[in-house]
């Protein structure tokens, strides 16, 4: 069984902060791992994944995580915000390829001018 | 290729009535998922079809909910006999067929509203 759980229903910075977006998984597999992004009323947009391999990636928007296997954590962050990174964030994980990806409940981040 | 669509992208429908909704996959795409997402919540996995074959159903999925992918291309999802609780957003994602298509491409959603 999988879940993911993300610490902080809602998270505000100011316009150039570091964002960082906690998420938390438990797999009893080797997890693959996604954040999602969603703006109001559209679908879900792929910022990044983790498969195999190095354990930061890089994703879109200047947004990056690391796979913390010992901490069981794939936390999100940006170094310096953006007006438009204001959105709902969802940490999502699943097991081998094709098994459905299982949500973390998200969290809404907030800029500040 | 569009991407995944969906079709309506809201419905609004008295309680008691039936709806379907319709999801068409990116076109090379063998998975399918629906998903379920209410206000403030994460999207809560329905069910998952690979080509034609329903593989994979969530308690969530009541059995006045039914879901059937002919052929193996688009897919529907039918509410009987709907409820006020099940307002929420309907989701559609398809996944390619390698081992190495990790990544869901979700549609837009269908916004269902039960008055």
């Known amino acids: 069984a999988q879940s993911v759980t993300q610490l902080g229903s809602h998270v505000s910075v100011s316009e150039g902060a570091l964002v960082l977006l906690r998420c938390n998984y438990s797999?009893?597999?080797?997890?693959?791992l996604f954040w999602y992004v969603q703006y109001p009323n559209q679908g879900l947009q792929l910022l990044l994944k983790?498969?195999?391999?190095?354990?930061l990636v890089k994703g879109i928007n200047g947004f990056e995580a690391e796979f913390k296997k010992s901490e069981t954590s794939f936390h999100l962050t940006k170094p310096s915000a953006h007006m438009s990174d204001a959105a709902e964030y969802f940490c999502?994980?699943?097991?081998?390829?094709?098994?459905?990806?299982?949500f973390g409940k998200g969290t809404t981040l907030s800029v500040s001018s | 290729d569009t991407g995944v669509s969906q079709d309506p992208r809201h419905k609004i429908t008295k309680r008691g009535q039936n709806v379907t909704f319709r999801c068409d996959p990116i076109s090379e795409h063998n998975r399918l998922y629906w998903y379920r997402q209410t206000l403030g919540q994460g999207p809560e996995f329905l069910t998952y079809f690979q080509n034609e074959a329903q593989l994979e159903k969530s308690r969530l999925l009541s059995d006045r909910f039914s879901a059937e992918r002919p052929k193996g291309s688009f897919s529907t999802l039918e509410i009987q006999r709907t409820e006020q609780g099940d307002s929420a957003m309907y989701l559609c994602?398809?996944?390619?067929?390698?081992?190495?298509?990790?990544?869901?491409?979700f549609g837009q959603g269908t916004r269902l509203t039960v008055v």
């Open positions: 999502a994980v699943s097991g081998k390829a094709g098994t459905a990806l299982i």
């Open positions: 994602a398809s996944r390619g067929t390698d081992i190495w298509d990790t990544e869901a491409f």
């Open positions: 797999s009893s597999v080797p997890p693959y």
């Open positions: 983790y498969t195999t391999g190095a354990t």
